[in-house]
């Protein structure tokens, strides 16, 4: 006889697959894939799964094909063809049911097969929400038949599931539920005698199990619940058996329905995506033949889950953020790094949330922190490679635009210009660093700031200590300027108060100088003590430029000039200022001696600083009087200074030769006077 499934559902009918085969091996690489195809791999908690119990030949194929629309193999009444051995599984049609159907021989009263059974209802035990448990009608209250030895069993292996959980567990224990569906149901015996007997009966195998320890006085209901129903014989009444079968699908799909047998708290809490490696835990236990502790199983699944997720999503993230080093590694400043960082996170964390948080929560949690760290732990080195660049860019640009500043303005004001690039600095960087600080990190900026602080600190300094440098060589030169021409007048018309008019002028140039250092100086931030060395300085060498430009005022040939100029003013011109024309009867001897005598005298005036008032010699301290100084010469940047020497220009031995060149000269002068006296009497 036909057992054809209603042609409406033949139309998208599932594909079944074989979940355990008659080697007794789980299908590992065909589960998730098949579950994929069937659409329920991403379905979470919201699908459920049920499974048959029963004996063989009884229908069972035939009921899950009608109710579900499934393709399990029936029995071929014609051919008595033998079906595969081993668990199948299919999904039900417009439902998210998962069915499980359980194909063995007829080896009971063989006695062959009660361990394929006894582990297969174990393995429906730990996975399906209900258990249909499948028997004819005459079957009911034959305590000897075979269904009551199977029930035993379920009892048994239920209680030997619990047994290792229960001390962990005391809350309430997760049930299951079990359907009577009585087949071939006459009417004569109306279903609550029927329902009856088989509770009398359930009680009574219950009362007959030896029950682990702690559980001595457990009730059968603190496991199961129960539902009945009957069908009509269905070679006999075909369709009062379909409209029944119809009736009965409602208790699977409407969860309206009063009899809704998919009722949450039956469900296992695995998600869809996590079945196969948990259904394959659950039989690797039944078949080592350990007692089945399911909320380790729970646990153990949660870890092995939570681990692919996060794998998944973490590999999915390292493609993601990969692009990031070369960037980095190359020097650049990323503007949108932490965003993208960020939002490359959330979207792994997102994905890990999606289907871990379904797993047993605790395990979810710690495995969530893990993945933030492992991914923090991956984004840190962009985070401190973006903080490095940005230091450098920062600390580039601070330079450039100090420079740059200085050279663009005229009148800039150090210590303004340093302290407005500082602060724009600093805020630019502290702006662009918090961008790239992800919260929900241990990472902080405080560090890098205070290094870019610091450094900026130390190119200030130089800068500082360079521009200071600029600024006291100009004011040397502004003194060397201004001292040039009282010294060369002085010099040129030499008069007793000579030193007194060129030590007036080296005052007030001085008094300039120091002035305009110390008025800028304050723009530089400069130290009281830099201030003083820089001023002591400032003095010594505006002191050496004097003396310099005496020195150069008094060479020899300029020196040797000065005292022809005085002599020819004295001998060769009146005292008007006119020309002589030296005459027989004129005294020239005398005229010559005195003008002779009073140029030497100049010599000793010309040959040391020596003002007629001592107080407008400024006394500076030597290189032996001043450790500052004296520091400065022994690092090479000053030569040794010794003020009293300064004051001496020439030595005894130069006096002498200067004098004795200077006679020569005005001798040359007496001859030529002489001279002239005779040719004019000649004439
Ligand atoms: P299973 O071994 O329990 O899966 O049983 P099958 O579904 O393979 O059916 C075994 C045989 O019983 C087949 O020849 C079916 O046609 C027949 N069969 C199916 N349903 C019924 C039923 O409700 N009543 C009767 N008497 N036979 C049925
Ligand atoms: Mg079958």
């Known amino acids: 006889m036909p057992v054809d499934p209603s042609p409406t559902l033949l139309s998208d009918q599932a594909e079944r697959m074989q979940l355990i085969d008659e080697d007794q091996k789980f299908n590992n690489a065909q589960f998730a894939p098949k579950l994929k195809q069937w659409g329920l791999d991403d379905a979470g908690f919201g699908y459920d799964l049920c499974a048959v119990l029963g004996s063989q030949s009884t229908g069972k194929s035939t009921l899950l094909n009608k109710l579900f629309g499934t393709s399990f193999d029936v029995m071929d009444e014609k051919q008595r063809r033998q079906t595969t051995k081993g668990i199948w599984m299919c999904r039900g049609i417009k439902m998210n049911v998962l069915v499980m159907d359980v194909e063995g021989t007829d080896g009971r009263e ?52 619990f047994q290792a959980s229960k001390a962990k567990l005391n809350g309430p224990k997760d049930k299951t539920l079990l359907l009577f569906v009585i087949r071939d149901h006459v009417g004569t015996t109306p279903l609550e005698n029927l329902q009856a007997t088989l509770l009398a009966d359930l009680n009574r195998i219950w009362d007959s199990l030896s029950k682990p320890e702690g559980l001595e006085t457990s009730q059968i209901t603190d496991f199961f619940d129960f539902m009945f129903t009957t069908l009509p014989h269905k070679i006999l009444l075909p369709s009062e ?117 379904r797993y047993h929560q605790e395990v979810y949690k710690r495995k969530r922190i893990d993945l933030l760290e492992k991914l923090n732990g991956t984004l840190s080195p962009f985070f401190l490679g973006q903080l490095k660049n940005l230091h450098k860019v920062v600390l580039a640009s601070f330079r450039a635009n100090v420079l740059e500043r200085m050279r663009g303005e005229v009148n800039y004001d150090f210590g303004e210009v340093v302290g407005t690039e500082r602060s724009k600095a600093e805020n630019r960087f502290a702006a662009a660093a918090k961008l790239v600080l992800l919260a929900e990190t241990d990472w902080s900026i405080e560090e890098e700031e205070a290094q870019l602080s610091n450094e900026i600190q130390g190119i200030a300094d130089v800068m500082r200590v360079e521009e200071t440098k600029k600024m006291v060589a100009q004011i040397e030169r502004n003194v060397k300027k201004g001292l040039a021409e009282p010294v060369e007048l002085a010099l040129a018309k030499p008069q007793p108060d000579m030193w007194d008019k060129i030590l007036v002028a080296f005052r007030s140039v001085l008094e300039n100088a120091e002035a305009i250092y110390l008025r800028k100086a304050k723009s530089f931030n400069c130290t009281e003590d830099e201030n003083k060395a820089a001023l002591a300085a400032l003095r010594r060498k505006s002191w050496l430029s004097l003396r310099a430009k005496v020195d150069e005022q008094t060479a020899d040939t300029v020196l040797a000039a000065k005292l022809r100029s005085c002599f020819e003013d004295r001998f060769r011109y009146d005292d008007e200022g006119v020309p002589r024309v030296w005459k027989p009867d004129d005294d020239i001897d005398g005229a010559f001696r ?66 004795s060149r200077f006679r020569k000269e005005a001798d040359a002068y007496y001859v030529e006077a002489k001279r002239s006296t005779v040719s004019s009497i000649a004439q």
């Open 110 to 161: 063989r006695g062959e097969d009660q361990d394929f059974e006894r582990k297969s209802a174990l393995f429906s035990m730990a996975s399906a929400e209900c258990l249909i448990v499948n028997l004819w009608e005459h079957q009911v209250g034959l305590y000897q038949g075979a269904n009551m030895g199977l029930l035993k069993t379920v009892f048994e292996v239920n209680l030997g599931l």
């Open 594 to 659: 005195t003008a002779r005598d009073e140029t030497l005298s100049l010599i000793p005036l010309y040959s040391r600083i020596a003002p007629k008032d001592e107080e407008l010699l400024i006394r500076l301290p030597s290189s032996s009087d001043d450790p500052v100084q004296a520091a400065a010469v022994e690092r090479g940047e000053e030569e040794e200074f010794d003020f009293p020497a300064t004051l001496q220009l020439f030595t005894e031995t130069r006096k002498a030769e200067i004098g």
């Open 241 to 357: 058996f379909d409209k029944a079968v119809d009736q009965l699908r409602e208790r699977f799909i409407n969860p309206k329905d009063p009899n809704f047998v998919f009722r949450p708290e039956y469900h296992k809490r695995i998600p869809a995506d996590g079945l196969p490696h948990y259904l394959n835990s659950i039989w690797d236990q039944v078949m080592s033949n350990k007692d089945l502790d399911l909320p380790t199983q729970q646990e153990l699944l949660a870890q092995f889950r939570c681990d692919e997720i996060a794998n998944a999503a973490f590999s999915l993230f390292s493609a993601d953020v990969k692009g990031f080093r070369k960037h980095i590694e190359s020097g650049n400043v990323l503007e949108t790094l932490g965003a993208d960082m960020g939002r490359h996170r959330s979207v792994a964390l997102a994905k890990f949330d999606k289907d871990a948080s």
